[in-house]
């Protein structure tokens, strides 16, 4: 299974408030959305916000705020299920 390195392009974008890492993320997963997603599930938070003040949408799913691309490394096995693999959880 391919081994994905997700990486934010804009920590300061307000929208990163939904979310409880802001670093880098190396997950094993079959595609991008998969890997997105289990992103998504291990990092994302509700925010508040005030009434007619918008909504903060989940960084991991939005190409303009993390990068996603497919890594060799060594240290990370293909083998195995989804999964994040860095940080460490």
């Keep these: 299974m391919p081994i994905w390195e997700l990486t934010p392009v804009d ?3 307000p929208n990163w ?11 094993r997963a079959l595609n991008e ?3 997105r997603d289990q992103a998504e599930t291990a ?14 949408a989940p960084p991991w799913k939005r190409p303009a705020l993390v990068r996603a691309e497919i890594i060799r490394d060594e240290r990370y096995e ?7 693999l860095f940080p460490v959880l």
Excluded at 17 to 27: D, K, P, Q
Excluded at 78 to 84: A, D, L, M, S, V
């Design 11 to 13: 920590p300061l974008d």
């Design 33 to 35: 959305d998969a890997a």
């Design 17 to 27: 408030e939904a979310s409880s890492h802001l670093g880098r993320v190396i997950v």
């Design 78 to 84: 293909e083998k195995g299920p989804t999964e994040i």
């Design 43 to 56: 990092f994302g938070v509700k925010t508040r916000f005030p009434p007619g003040a918008g909504f903060k």
